[in-house]
């Protein structure tokens, strides 16, 4: 059981937009900054996104993420067969003292 | 650029321990900006935190695995390492190592993976 809560599959087609959620508490995503994972199939995570929105260098602007009191979102335009993948969430949890994930979303690109 | 590579056992009996070394090229593990950390990833399942190191010594563990983990550093050597012991089934997973901000703890820099299996 994940701290941090996403849904375990999303589907789209090339071209559209698509929207991955991620849902925590204050304790969690409400108070500290949220990070975003792309797996891609048979490889390591890569970070995507920090700070809630800041896209590392070499990531398209095709990615953005945002936060909103306990929530966060990973949203995704002009979805391309190579965005498929598994997406992760993930940030500090000051309860806990420690890094939290959520269990990871499936997307799917028809 | 800095690239990280795990290496240990892939074979792990259960009740052993197992061991891992990451090695750190083209940056150092005692840069004082970043955490030093373990991410394992079950079969079919999402990521979990292990712990992290800062090369002062200080760590932090996930609690669930406190007990049993134990996360050092070797500045002379520009590596960092990973003992679990008591090992289960359970342990079974791809496990990675990682750069994480010292600050805002995001993981911008991860090794390859390496899978552990526990089993006799």
Same mark, same amino acid.
């Given at each position: ?63 953005s993420g945002s936060k909103s009191g306990t929530s966060a979102t990973l949203v995704i ?34 | ?19 891992? #070394? ?15 950390? %373990? ?9 979990? %935190? ?24 070797? #500045? ?11 090992? #289960?089934?359970?342990? #079974? ?28």
């Open positions: 059981q994940s701290v941090l809560t996403q849904p375990p599959s999303m589907s789209a087609a090339p071209g559209q937009k698509v929207t991955i959620s991620c849902s925590g508490s204050s304790s969690n995503i409400g108070n500290n900054y949220v990070s975003w994972y792309q797996q891609l199939p048979g490889t390591a995570p890569k970070l995507l996104v920090s700070d809630n929105n800041k896209r590392p260098s070499g990531i398209p602007d095709r990615f335009t002009g979805l391309q067969t190579g965005d498929e993948a598994d997406y992760h969430c993930g940030t500090w949890d000051s309860s806990l003292s420690a890094v939290v994930f959520g269990g990871g979303t499936k997307l799917t690109v028809l | 650029q800095v690239r990280l590579q795990e290496s240990g056992p892939g074979l792990v009996k259960p009740s052993e321990t197992l061991s891992l #070394t990451c090695t750190v090229s083209g940056g150092s593990v005692s840069s004082g900006s970043y955490y030093w950390g %373990w991410i394992r990833q079950p079969p079919g399942k999402g990521l979990e %935190w292990i712990g992290y190191i800062h090369y002062s010594g200080s760590t932090n563990c996930n609690p669930s695995l406190k007990s049993r983990v134990t996360i050092s550093v070797d #500045t002379s050597e520009n590596q960092f390492s990973l003992k679990l012991s008591s090992v #289960t089934a359970a342990d #079974t997973a791809v496990y990675y190592c990682a750069r994480s901000d010292y600050y805002y703890y995001y993981l911008d820099v991860w090794g390859k993976g390496t899978t552990v299996t526990v089993s006799s």
